[in-house]
């Protein structure tokens, strides 16, 4: 069964740092990984989606590669903001299911 | 606006009292989904539909129902719910397994406690 990992599980950083997060599977036969933003008592929104052939996706200040063999994924964040503060999720699709990590905290301090 | 909606947004309820939480969107999406949010387990799939009338257990389907009737409503239904589904629970949709992929896109959830 499909196990994501993300690593570490709270961050704190202050503002302007460029930061990574990291999420890792176990199995590579995936057809593809988005990752999340959820902030406290909200639903998660969508920041990034990599299609299993491709291996980086950008959007802004963010940017999210993909190693399927290696089983590993990285979110990139540039400049970080107060605004940033919230947890990061990310999540396989394999076999029409989804599998998440359980995310990672991050605290920007200004 | 393109959504997700998940009603209620809050329920309480008694151990074996029948309950619905409906889920609806309105992007035209062929994939559905719930899930379940615990602290330290993360975000658990409960069920998925591909299209109507197409519907598959996720990881963890024991004691919950669906049924995808027309393309836009997913329900969640708890026949008899008991105090371990008391959780943070979420609808998504997207439109993979279309013609164009899209990220998911999630309700505003429904906590749920059950007494």
């Known amino acids: 069964k499909q196990e994501v990992t993300q690593i570490p599980a709270a961050l704190s950083v202050p503002e302007g740092e460029n930061l990574v997060l990291n999420c890792s599977f176990t199995d590579s036969a995936i057809y593809n990984l988005q990752w999340f933003r959820q902030d406290p008592g909200k639903g998660l929104t969508s920041l990034l989606l990599i299609q299993s052939s491709q291996r980086e996706q950008t959007s802004g200040r963010l940017n999210a590669s993909l190693d399927k063999s290696s089983g590993r994924s990285t979110l990139y964040i540039a400049a970080s903001q107060p605004g940033d503060s919230a947890t990061y999720l990310c999540?396989?699709?394999?076999?029409?299911?989804?599998?998440f990590g359980t995310g990672t905290s991050l605290t920007v301090i200004p | 606006e393109a959504q997700v909606t998940q009603n209620p947004r809050y329920l309480i309820t008694v151990t074996g009292k029948k309950l619905t939480v409906t889920c609806s969107q309105n992007?035209?999406?062929?994939?559905m989904s719930w899930y379940r949010q615990d602290p330290g387990l993360g975000l658990r799939q409960i069920y998925y539909s591909m299209n109507v009338e197409v519907t598959d257990k996720g990881d963890v389907p024991e004691g919950y129902k669906v049924s995808r009737k027309e393309k836009r409503n997913f329900p969640l239904i708890l026949e008899s719910p008991s105090p371990n589904q008391t959780s943070l629970y979420f609808c998504?949709?997207?439109?993979?397994?279309?013609?164009?992929?899209?990220?998911?896109?999630f309700g505003n959830g429904t906590r749920l406690t059950v007494t």
């Open positions: 998504a949709s997207s439109s993979i397994g279309g013609v164009v992929d899209s990220p998911l896109h």
């Open positions: 999540a396989v699709m394999q076999d029409n299911q989804f599998y």
């Open positions: 992007m035209n999406h062929e994939y």
